[in-house]
Structure formats: structure tokens, C-alpha cells
């Protein structure tokens, strides 16, 4: 009897286990709005894996980072084409994916006495590459404006890459794939 119930209570615990996320404390992007149903289920698989909206999936975006208010987040966005060690490769493709949530944590730390943290992405490719010089579309920027951009090195490091600022667009120069932090001084 008492081995049954043991039994019972163990099967009980392994089945109400909940999965836990990629990270503890992260919340799982919501894939299912109307929005989301362009009729082809691949692309919404692929979206999920990816933790975004089927929007951001397929425009290689990040509109929405977890523990930031979506009304003040930049959104960004990446096309096709980038300089790499100094020559342009126009068939290269920066994928752009969501920030773990430790680094958006740290990145508001970072931002503290500096400005408004805009927005954490992590940016990676598969190329080899010294630098990269990559553009991020990022609408309603305006030329001038004093953003920077910031690239994580270790759990308690952030440096300063070469920024520029145009309309629509921030351009950053990286040595390694990771995450980016975009804060415009106040």
C-alpha cells in the first residue's frame, strides 16, 4: 500500500512539474493573436522557438524585450548586407533575437546616470569576422540623435562601440556576436 502511494505521489510530482523557460523568470512571448495567422504554420513554429511574435519573426525584428515598457522600447529591425572586416558583404544576414532577461537587467543597470535605456537585443551570425559594421533600422530615429551603443563583454562589463546616427537607422561596429544595449543620453 504504502509503495503505491508512493508511486501515485511520484508520478503526480513528475507530470505537475511545470517546463521551465530558457530562463528563469522570463516570460514566453503570446504567438497565437489574430495577427499571427499568416497561414503557414512552419513560420509560426519557427517564431515560437525564436520567442517572438510572428511579426517580429518575420521582419527579423525585436519590438517587445521582456521587463521594459513596449510604449518606450525602439523597436529594430535588420536587412541583408553588412561590412565585415572593411568590405561590404551584401549577402550576409544578422539574425536579431531576443535579449536574455539577465542582460536587460543589467543593460538598465548600464543605463543608470547615462540615460534611456531604448532597447537589448542579441545579435549573432554565422560568418566569421574581425568587425562588423551592421545597420539596424530603427524608425522614428532622427539624425543626430545622441545614442550609443553599448556591447556586453561579461556579466559585469558593457563597452561603448563606434555608433552612428541616422534617420531611421543606428549603425553600430561590433567585434563579436552578443548583445547590444542602445541608450540615448538625456
Given at each position: 500500500?504504502?509503495?503505491?502511494?508512493?508511486?501515485?505521489?511520484?508520478?503526480?510530482?513528475?507530470?505537475?512539474?511545470?517546463?521551465?523557460?530558457?530562463?528563469?523568470?522570463?516570460?514566453?512571448?503570446?504567438?497565437?493573436?489574430?495577427?499571427?495567422?499568416?497561414?503557414?504554420?512552419?513560420?509560426?513554429?519557427?517564431?515560437?522557438?525564436?520567442?517572438?511574435?510572428?511579426?517580429?519573426?518575420?521582419?527579423?525584428?525585436?519590438?517587445?524585450?521582456?521587463?521594459?515598457?513596449?510604449?518606450?522600447?525602439?523597436?529594430?529591425?535588420?536587412?541583408?548586407?553588412?561590412?565585415?572586416?572593411?568590405?561590404?558583404a551584401?549577402?550576409?544576414?544578422?539574425?536579431?533575437?531576443k535579449?536574455?532577461?539577465?542582460?536587460?537587467?543589467?543593460?538598465?543597470?548600464?543605463?543608470?546616470?547615462k540615460?534611456?535605456?531604448?532597447?537589448?537585443?542579441?545579435v549573432?551570425?554565422h560568418?566569421?569576422?574581425?568587425?562588423?559594421?551592421?545597420?539596424?533600422y530603427?524608425?522614428?530615429?532622427?539624425?543626430g540623435?545622441?545614442?550609443?551603443?553599448?556591447?556586453?563583454?561579461?556579466?559585469?562589463?558593457?563597452?561603448?562601440?563606434?555608433?552612428?546616427?541616422?534617420?531611421?537607422?543606428?549603425?553600430?561596429?561590433?567585434?563579436?556576436?552578443?548583445?547590444?544595449?542602445?541608450?540615448?543620453?538625456?
Amino acid at each position: 500500500m504504502k509503495k503505491a502511494i508512493f508511486l501515485t505521489l511520484a508520478g503526480a510530482m513528475i507530470f505537475s512539474t511545470p517546463v521551465m523557460a530558457k530562463e528563469v523568470g522570463a516570460p514566453v512571448a503570446v504567438y497565437l493573436e489574430d495577427e499571427s495567422d499568416i497561414g503557414i504554420p512552419e513560420e509560426t513554429v519557427l517564431a515560437i522557438e525564436e520567442d517572438k511574435v510572428i511579426s517580429e519573426h518575420m521582419n527579423n525584428a525585436v519590438i517587445d524585450v521582456w521587463d521594459m515598457d513596449g510604449e518606450m522600447v525602439q523597436d529594430l529591425a535588420i536587412g541583408q548586407g553588412a561590412v565585415i572586416d572593411g568590405k561590404y558583404a551584401a549577402g550576409l544576414t544578422f539574425e536579431l533575437a531576443k535579449p536574455d532577461l539577465k542582460r536587460v537587467y543589467s543593460a538598465k543597470e548600464l543605463s543608470q546616470g547615462k540615460g534611456s535605456l531604448l532597447t537589448v537585443v542579441n545579435v549573432h551570425t554565422h560568418a566569421g569576422y574581425g568587425t562588423a559594421k551592421v545597420t539596424f533600422y530603427a524608425p522614428g530615429v532622427k539624425a543626430g540623435q545622441a545614442i550609443t551603443v553599448y556591447a556586453h563583454i561579461d556579466d559585469a562589463n558593457w563597452v561603448a562601440v563606434p555608433t552612428e546616427v541616422t534617420d531611421d537607422h543606428v549603425i553600430a561596429e561590433i567585434t563579436a556576436n552578443g548583445h547590444l544595449a542602445f541608450i540615448e543620453a538625456k
